[in-house]
């Protein structure tokens, strides 16, 4: 979660009841550190002993990232979507095409190139976005 609100506070400015069916999401989707997939915030609030319905899980993300609280990300290479806490800084993925796992990458390596670009071209640059796709260390030996 963007450390400057409590998920209260940020429902609250959203204009979204405080419900704790939303704060056991967030709560999910803020340990995670990445984005997730309706069915792995389903199943992981399942594992938690949350009850909560799928239905009530899919609602929840989307009017939570149709007030800006959530950003959808749709990771491609595939047709599912993902949701991301929406926070000042912005981050990217390394994807595992097998497994689907997604592992933040600790820093921006395109912020000099986005600059350089935005002088060469005379683009007023808005952002970006980059994932990397590949196979986790676990999906390699598997093929192996």
Same mark, same amino acid.
């Given at each position: /979660?963007?450390? *400057?609100?409590?998920? *209260?506070?940020? @429902?609250?400015?959203?204009?979204?009841?405080?419900?704790?069916?939303?704060?056991?999401?967030?709560?999910? /989707?803020?340990?995670?550190? $990445? %984005?997730?997939?309706? *069915?792995?915030?389903? =199943?992981? @609030?399942?594992?938690? $002993?949350?009850?909560?319905?799928?239905?009530?899980?899919?609602? #929840?993300?989307? #009017? /939570?990232?149709?007030?800006? /609280?959530?950003? &959808? !990300?749709? @990771?491609?290479?595939? *047709?599912?979507?993902?949701? !991301?806490?929406?926070?000042?800084?912005?981050?990217?993925?390394?994807?595992? #095409?097998?497994?689907?796992?997604?592992?933040?990458? #600790?820093?921006? %390596? =395109?912020?000099?190139?986005?600059?350089? @670009?935005?002088?060469?071209?005379?683009?007023?640059?808005?952002?970006? &976005?980059?994932?990397?796709?590949?196979?986790?260390?676990?999906?390699?030996?598997? $093929? $192996?």
């Amino acid at each position: /979660m963007c450390q *400057d609100r409590t998920y *209260d506070e940020r @429902l609250k400015a959203c204009g979204l009841k405080n419900t704790k069916q939303r704060r056991a999401i967030l709560t999910v /989707m803020a340990n995670g550190g $990445r %984005p997730f997939t309706v *069915d792995e915030v389903f =199943l992981k @609030l399942k594992s938690n $002993r949350t009850d909560i319905s799928m239905s009530t899980v899919y609602r #929840s993300l989307e #009017s /939570m990232s149709q007030k800006g /609280m959530l950003k &959808r !990300v749709t @990771l491609s290479g595939s *047709d599912r979507m993902a949701y !991301v806490i929406e926070c000042a800084a912005h981050s990217h993925y390394l994807v595992c #095409s097998g497994c689907h796992k997604i592992l933040p990458i #600790s820093n921006c %390596p =395109l912020g000099t190139y986005e600059a350089s @670009l935005a002088r060469e071209t005379g683009f007023q640059i808005q952002g970006h &976005r980059l994932d990397i796709y590949g196979l986790c260390p676990e999906c390699q030996k598997e $093929r $192996r």
